[in-house]
């Protein structure tokens, strides 16, 4: 197990357009979570799925913002019609289905650069 | 609903010496608490975790927790910093029946030669 892998790790893109990032969650759990951290913050909640369904969605995940779990296995979080605003660290982690009592393991980020 | 605070946005100590990192927070029902370090460039790992029980509380890397009901408070100590503790550290907090945890803002640890 190679634990949670995020891609890309680094994405830049302009004003404008859209960007898809992907979450490959540790194989054997059920829930997957979508954080973002901006300079000087810690990181916010976006969302989570347990399986396939998306459970719980934050204020912050405003209409530009999708994400998606087919089959229950990796994510996709796409952001539409980025805005500089969007710069930031998107953290995915995922639990057992027990959630996050044994805590998250967190894969690296990809690190979103609107200009 | 849930918060965590932590007063202090950086701490500066010699290696060697001994650290304590504070957090407070507050909650409805019985909270779950837990410290996450990121190193530069990196995700967030699990430092410990308190659910109930002995209320300090060991974890990895040489760091342990207390946690104080009567101050909502659930510091993190270290009696001997080494210059790889260099880090920013997260307190967290779940709540029983809540399906997600929420981080504090951070403290940067910066170490002295």
């Known amino acids: 197990d190679t634990g949670v892998s995020q891609d890309p790790r680094h994405k830049i893109t302009k004003r404008g357009q859209n960007v898809t990032f992907r979450c490959d969650p540790i194989?054997?759990?059920?829930?997957l979570y979508w954080y973002r951290q901006t300079l000087g913050q810690g990181p916010e909640f976006l969302t989570y799925?347990?399986?396939?369904?998306?459970?719980?969605k934050s204020r912050l995940l405003s209409d530009r913002f999708s994400a998606e779990r087919p089959k229950g296995s990796f994510s996709t979080l796409e952001i539409q019609r980025t805005e500089q605003g969007d710069s930031a660290m998107y953290l995915c982690?995922?639990?057992?289905?027990?959630?996050?009592?044994?805590?998250?393991?967190f894969g690296s980020g990809t690190r979103l650069t609107v200009v | 609903a849930q918060s965590v605070t932590q007063p202090d946005i950086h701490i500066t100590v010699s290696e060697g010496a001994s650290l304590e990192l504070r957090c407070n927070y507050s909650?409805?029902?019985?909270?779950?608490l837990f410290w996450y370090v990121q190193s530069p460039g990196q995700g967030l790992q699990l430092l410990l975790k308190?659910?109930?029980?002995?209320?300090l509380v060991q974890g990895i890397k040489g760091f342990e927790a207390e946690f104080k009901r009567s101050q909502s408070s659930f510091n993190l100590r270290k009696p001997s910093v080494h210059w790889s503790d260099a880090a920013e550290y997260f307190c967290?907090?779940?709540?029983?029946?809540?399906?997600?945890?929420?981080f504090g803002k951070g403290t940067r640890l910066h170490i002295l030669p």
């Open positions: 982690a995922s639990t057992p289905a027990g959630g996050y009592r044994d805590g998250y393991t």
């Open positions: 194989s054997e759990h059920n829930r």
């Open positions: 799925f347990q399986n396939e369904a998306q459970l719980e």
């Open positions: 909650y409805g029902a019985t909270p779950y």
């Open positions: 308190y659910f109930s029980g002995d209320t």
């Open positions: 967290a907090v779940g709540e029983s029946g809540d399906d997600k945890i929420i």
